[in-house]
């Protein structure tokens, strides 16, 4: 896959709620649970991204750090939109496993994490066969086109990301975000900018660095985010496959 350039907008809206015991003890735990779907969007139905679900946790060690364990899945799919099959220029089928273990530093302006990853990418995911199970639970047109997903791989891959809080108060703030990653699974480089507004907490204590592992006392964080993110790209698993120099498709 030659390297190639991608700028990608999000927009976003996040509400938090962090309530402690009387005596406002430290968080030492905190579970997150992501679910990602197309489906979600009225008019769309299976379309790249099509959908993703982890679990994650994070526990506090000690003042600014923390470690983290997410297990989920992710499925990716041609537009299915109006064939109902793959086409010969569309992207190719892949459904992937992970797990990954982190570690993440806060200082009162810099968020910093490293992460590394272990996955299953093909076949023996599963993802085909809950993707068939899906749509047959809840009556949409049966996927075709499984047959032609990416191989077995096994995925491993490491990133390193930071956020930077320029300035900003308790209803807006502008923040810089960079992240590195290589192996098997994505090899990129990422940047852009995030603009928050609403009601935010400290950048320190903000879901916007994972997690709010570490904060003790009462918050109530809620805030729109909008980002535009540069990344240059060289190799993409979802596309390319987990095995260097084979081809996919």
């Not at 526990?59 to 086409?87: N, Q, V």
């Not at 910093?112 to 272990?118: I, N, P, S, V």
């Not at 077995?152 to 990653?181: C, R």
Request: charged share 20%; proline share 3%.
């Amino acid at each position: 896959m030659k390297a190639f350039y991608l700028f990608f907008i999000s927009f976003n809206l996040f509400f938090c709620l962090s309530a402690f015991g009387e005596n406002d003890s430290i968080r030492r735990s905190q579970i997150t649970v992501i679910l990602d779907n197309d489906a979600y969007v009225p008019g769309r139905l299976d379309r790249y991204y099509s959908n993703g679900i982890s679990i994650g946790f994070h526990h506090y060690l000690k003042e600014g750090k923390s470690i983290s364990f997410r297990l989920g899945k992710e499925m990716y799919t041609p537009d299915l939109r109006k064939t109902g099959f793959a086409t010969e220029f569309d992207r190719p089928y892949a459904g992937m496993v992970f797990g990954e273990l982190a570690k993440q530093w806060r200082k009162e302006r810099w968020f910093l994490e490293a992460e590394g990853m272990l996955g299953i990418l093909g076949p023996s995911s599963g993802v085909s066969q809950l993707h068939y199970w899906f749509h047959d639970k809840f009556g949409f047109p049966r996927p075709e086109g499984w047959e032609t997903q990416l191989g077995d791989a096994a995925l491993f891959n490491l990133s390193f990301s930071s956020i930077y809080h320029v300035a900003g108060n308790s209803t807006l703030d502008f923040n810089l975000y960079g992240n590195v990653a290589a192996g098997n699974w994505n090899q990129n480089i990422s940047f852009g900018p995030i603009l928050r507004f609403g009601k935010l907490l400290p950048f320190s204590v903000s879901q916007l660095t994972g997690s709010r592992v570490g904060v003790s006392g009462k918050g109530l964080e809620q805030y729109f985010q909008l980002g535009i993110v540069g990344i240059k790209s060289f190799w993409e698993g979802s596309v390319d496959g987990g095995n260097f120099g084979v081809k996919s498709g």
